[in-house]
């Protein structure tokens, strides 16, 4: 009921305004939450060219009894202050993984592949290129099928350091994206001096890009130099047909958004991937 809502609300606003109590609330609730198991993963498909899912990117979900759904922006960086990031990511890349092992098990889900986020306390983990390959292999797994998407601000620190990481991956087949690519600096330097396959156009971008003319021939030039890099695009937040037009003439052929779909819980991706034939 309403009043029920309004309290979940309020709880929710607090949440947001955390002071020191409600963070360590949070943190609380949060490592109960690793040890229940109380998280899940939602796919949000990625569409190709001819409008056929290629791939998801998997997104963590927590519902807690009292809180409702605490969107991931709200407890990834708390998580990532007090290092409980590191056994959520973990988690995160070994559900994503079993998921893609099951995938390839699949006809008609064979071909996909799956995208997964990692946070920049994970990434300087001193064995996070150990634990990642430990938890590809022991998944079955094809690595090749794995995307890893990492932002920006892993860029600025130890940039040999951050090299040799990605490149350890990279040699085992995983695939790195650039994620959230064009909110930052250092961006177009960075395509050339770490070893991405992928680059992900911002959702900043694309919402921007229709009504605002430099905004449209930015993207259109950093299109064109991924081509010219040998890096695949991927456009984020494609929520109109306007969009996925300008993107698609500006060389643009991977899309991910609400025009094709949300995120997803595991049936309904599936149901999206093959849907029943109308009898
Ligand atoms: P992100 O990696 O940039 O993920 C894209 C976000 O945009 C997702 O929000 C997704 O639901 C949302 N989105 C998808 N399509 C559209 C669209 O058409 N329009 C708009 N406006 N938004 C769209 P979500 O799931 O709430 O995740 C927010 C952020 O939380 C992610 O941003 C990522 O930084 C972080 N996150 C989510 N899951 C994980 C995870 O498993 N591990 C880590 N380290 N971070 C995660
Ligand atoms: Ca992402
Ligand atoms: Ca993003
Ligand atoms: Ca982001």
């Known amino acids: ?21 409600v963070r360590r609330m949070m943190d609380v609730e949060m490592r ?17 060219e001819a409008g056929k899912v290629v791939g998801a990117e998997a997104l963590i979900r927590w ?18 202050e007090t290092g409980l990031i590191i056994p959520i990511g973990n988690w995160v890349l070994r559900a994503a993984c079993a998921q ?29 290129v ?10 079955g ?14 860029f ?3 940039i040999d350091a951050t090299v040799a990481k990605m490149s350890a991956l990279k040699a085992i087949g995983i695939i790195w994206s650039l994620d959230d690519f064009g909110t930052g600096y250092s961006s177009l330097s960075a395509l050339n001096s770490f070893p991405l396959g992928q680059i992900k156009i911002d959702k900043t971008f694309v919402h921007g890009m229709l009504t605002n003319v ?19 695009v991927i456009a984020e937040g494609v929520e109109t047909v306007e969009q996925l037009n300008s993107l698609r003439e500006a060389g643009c052929l991977n899309y991910q958004g609400y025009l094709f779909s949300p995120p997803l819980d595991i049936d309904a991706f599936s149901k999206f991937l093959s849907p029943e034939p109308p009898r």
């Open 1 to 21: 009921n309403t009043l029920t809502a309004m309290v979940e609300l309020v709880f929710i606003v607090v949440i947001m305004n955390a002071d020191l109590s």
């Open 32 to 48: 109960k939450a690793v040890a229940n198991g109380d998280f899940q993963l939602h796919y949000q498909p990625q569409i190709n």
């Open 63 to 80: 519902r807690h009894a009292k809180m409702g759904n605490v969107p991931p922006a709200e407890f990834i960086p708390l998580a990532e």
């Open 100 to 128: 893609l092992a099951q995938w390839e098990a699949q006809p008609e889900a064979q071909h996909l592949t799956m995208a997964v986020n990692v946070s920049a306390s994970q990434f300087r983990q001193p064995d996070f």
């Open 130 to 139: 150990q634990s990642v390959s430990e938890i590809v292999r022991l998944s």
């Open 141 to 154: 797994a094809t690595p090749s099928k794995l995307k890893l998407e990492l932002t920006e601000s892993m």
């Open 156 to 158: 600025v620190d130890n």
């Open 214 to 232: 430099p905004n449209m021939v930015v993207t259109e030039a950093i299109i064109e130099l991924a081509g010219k890099l040998n890096l695949q």
